[in-house]
């Protein structure tokens, strides 16, 4: 990895603008196929990233196609189930195949693997804007302090993550707004190491409409944090309210009121260390805010919206829509720049039903009393269980509980 602005070269044949798990994957996914790539971020590597830093099971099938998951599982903490504790306090397991890594740890990984497969990384380094050739983009403008150079490239990507200042210099941005925030801490606690050892979600009316998470990472570290999610409309008619939009939410106040709604956040606050300072950040979801595609440039990752409403998951989606990036850009030789272009977009297009899916779901954050009931017959039922296990793993569909028929079918079956 590279940090000097005098080694980044004039030209190559796809430039990335991101080095996270979607900029990487594009970037491990086109190297491998022989082009020359350059990744640009505005940190250096390793560097934090805010994030629940939750890996379910999309994300371990993305890490197996880029050739990491060994790697990163060597690192994280492993868990067998996801504790979601109710506004009554009630708990309930359900399973999943989940791992827990910190993002310093996840994308120094994934990033390392794109460099080894022979793309090249220069960091830190700011995108300022794209470079056009009559309303094709042919490069981009990148700063290093008061330097400046441009760099030339048959395809731009756009991996910028949720933070729209990318997208906004670059005109492909739709929505300035974040559609969630989040914030999260560490906190070093080993008393607590073997008896929290799964994914827990803390869902409260005081919370909603969001939840509260403690992940542990391993090594008596967890990852303890709030989120909440714009909500318009919903399955139960519900009207926008103030508390409705994350910019009237004060994440901190969520956070200070974890102790009272949690005796495994209690516990781990009062008897920990916490390591480093809280920190938020803005998510963006359901594949919305963004244009996808114009000539010479694809956006991906988050930038594009690729993370989950009500879950918040977002790493596996990057990475599925950073490989669609570079696979699409590959087909561009063969069919041409235009149905390349076509192809990614048609590509997106077929996820949005799922994602869909999981913003109207989000009515279980903006109701918790609907979390309670879930949680009340998925304790009596084996068959609910499994359905919701289906849904943790992605091998069932969640538009069999989140919705009006599949409430109904809940409450009368």
């Known amino acids: 990895m590279n940090t000097a602005i005098e080694f ?6 796809v430039l990335i603008v991101g080095a996270g798990p979607a900029g990487a994957a594009a970037a491990i996914t086109l190297a491998r196929a022989g082009l020359d790539v350059v990744i640009v971020d505005q940190h250096a590597f390793p560097r934090d990233k805010v994030c629940g830093d939750g890996l379910i099971p999309d994300a371990h ?11 990163v599982m060597q690192q994280a903490r492993m868990a067998n189930f996801l504790t979601c504790t109710s506004p009554r306090g009630k708990r ?25 497969a022979g793309a090249r990384m220069f960091a830190p380094l700011r995108f300022t804007e794209l470079l056009e050739e009559d309303d ?9 302090g008061s330097q400046a150079l441009d760099v030339l490239a048959t395809w731009v990507i756009l991996a910028t993550g949720a933070v729209p200042a990318a997208l906004i210099a670059a005109k492909m941005s739709r929505r300035q707004g974040p559609s969630a925030v989040a914030m999260r801490c560490y906190i070093k606690n080993e008393a607590m190491a073997d008896e929290l050892t799964q994914l827990e979600v803390i869902f409260h009316k005081s919370l909603a409409p969001g939840y509260g998470w403690i992940f542990p990472c391993g090594q008596g570290v967890f990852n303890i944090g709030v989120g909440v999610f714009n909500v318009g409309g919903g399955l139960l008619g519900h009207r926008a309210t103030a508390r409705s939009t994350v910019a009237d939410t004060n994440l901190r106040d969520m956070f200070d009121k974890l102790p009272g709604l949690s005796d495994s956040a209690r516990r781990l606050i009062s008897g920990g260390e ?19 595609a114009r000539p010479g440039l694809l956006v991906t990752g988050e930038a594009a919206g690729s993370t989950y409403a009500l879950t918040g998951e977002g ?11 570079g696979e699409s850009i590959l087909l561009a030789p063969r069919l041409g720049e235009a149905q390349a272009r076509s192809h990614y977009q048609s590509q997106i297009d077929a996820l949005r039903p799922r994602f869909k899916l999981y913003e109207r779901a989000q009515l279980f954050s903006l109701h918790p009393w609907l979390a309670d009931i879930v949680i009340w017959r998925a304790r009596k039922s084996p068959r609910l269980r499994q359905r919701l296990s289906g849904i943790l793993n992605e091998t069932s569909n969640p538009g069999q509980l989140f919705t009006l028929k599949g409430l109904v079918r809940l409450l009368t079956q």
């Open 92 to 116: 309930l397991d359900i399973e999943g195949q989940l791992a827990v890594l910190p993002r310093k740890q996840l994308d120094d990984i994934v990033c390392r693997a794109a460099v080894a």
């Open 61 to 71: 099938q993305a890490l197996a196609k880029l050739g990491v998951l060994t790697q």
């Open 136 to 144: 094709r983009v042919v490069g981009a403008r990148l700063r290093q």
């Open 8 to 13: 980044l070269p004039a030209r190559c044949d």
């Open 315 to 325: 790493i596996g989606k990057a990475m599925e829509t950073g490989m669609l990036a």
């Open 274 to 292: 916490q390591l480093g300072p809280l920190k938020g950040a803005p998510l963006r979801c359901t594949l919305e805010g963004a244009l996808l």
